[in-house]
C-alpha cells in the first residue's frame, strides 16, 4: 500500500528549460546553441554541469550563482518554471490522504525557494542540505527518514531511470518514471526502463496510476 509520494525536482515538478536558457544568456551563449550542447551532454550520459565547461573551460558554477544573485539575476527556479500539471498533482495527492515529499539533487536554495513558493508538501529537502547526492543509497535512507514510512509504502517520482527509478527500487520503494525532459527522452529508450513499475508522461496520470497499483 503506497502512503507517501516523494518527488524529485527538474523536469518532473519544474520544468528546466528556462533556468538552461537564463545561464545561456548570462555567459551570452545563443539559447539554441546551449540547449543543443546540453542535450549532447545528456545522450553521452555526462554530468550537465559538464555543459558549462564547452563554453568556458574552468567555468565555477558556485562563484556564477554568487555574481548573478548580487546582480539581480537569480539563476535558480522561478515560479513560471513550474509544470501546469505539478501544483494540483501535490495537492490532490494530499486530499486523498497520501504523505507528499519533495527531495532531489538540488541546491538548498531550491529547497528555500519551494518552501517559500508555498508547494503543498509534507517535508522539502534537498541534497545540499543533506550533503549526500542520488543516486546514492543513502539519500533514499533519508528519503525514507524524512517521509517516517517504511520504503515499501513509498513511490518515487522521477524524470531518470539511474538516478530516480532504479535506486529507489534498490530501497525497496516503488519506482515511478515520469517520461520528460532531456534525460526522460534518452532514458525512455534504456532496456531498464521496463524496471519502472508506473510509467507516466504527465503527473496528472499519477493519481490513476497510483490506484491501479493498489488494486493489483
Known amino acids: ?102 527531495a532531489g539533487n538540488t541546491s538548498s536554495a531550491t529547497e528555500r525557494f519551494l518552501v517559500e513558493a508555498g508547494v503543498p ?13 542520488k543516486p546514492s543509497p543513502v539519500f533514499f535512507a533519508r528519503v525514507v527518514e524524512a517521509a517516517g514510512l517504511p520504503a515499501s509504502d513509498i513511490a518515487y517520482v522521477g524524470d531518470r531511470i539511474d538516478n530516480d527509478v532504479l535506486p529507489a527500487k534498490r530501497t525497496d520503494m516503488t519506482g515511478v518514471f515520469l517520461r520528460r525532459g532531456l534525460w526522460a527522452d534518452v532514458h525512455r529508450h534504456s532496456p531498464e526502463a521496463v524496471e519502472a513499475d508506473i510509467t507516466i508522461d504527465s503527473l496528472a496520470e499519477l493519481p490513476g496510476a497510483l490506484t491501479a497499483l493498489r488494486a493489483e
Open 121 to 133: 508538501a509534507d517535508f522539502i529537502a534537498s541534497s545540499g542540505t543533506w550533503g549526500v547526492e
Open 1 to 102: 500500500m503506497i502512503r507517501a509520494v516523494v518527488f524529485d525536482v527538474g523536469e518532473t515538478l519544474v520544468a528546466e528549460r528556462g533556468s538552461w536558457e537564463r545561464w545561456a544568456d548570462w555567459l551570452a551563449v545563443p539559447r539554441e546553441r546551449f540547449m543543443d550542447a546540453l542535450a549532447d551532454v545528456v545522450r553521452r550520459g555526462e554530468h550537465h554541469r559538464r555543459v558549462f565547461q564547452i563554453f568556458r573551460p574552468g567555468f565555477d558554477v558556485a562563484v556564477a550563482e554568487v555574481e548573478r544573485r548580487a546582480a539581480g539575476d537569480e539563476p535558480g527556479f522561478m515560479r513560471e518554471d513550474f509544470y501546469p500539471d505539478a501544483l494540483p498533482c501535490l495537492r490532490g495527492l494530499k486530499r486523498s490522504g497520501l504523505r507528499v515529499g519533495i
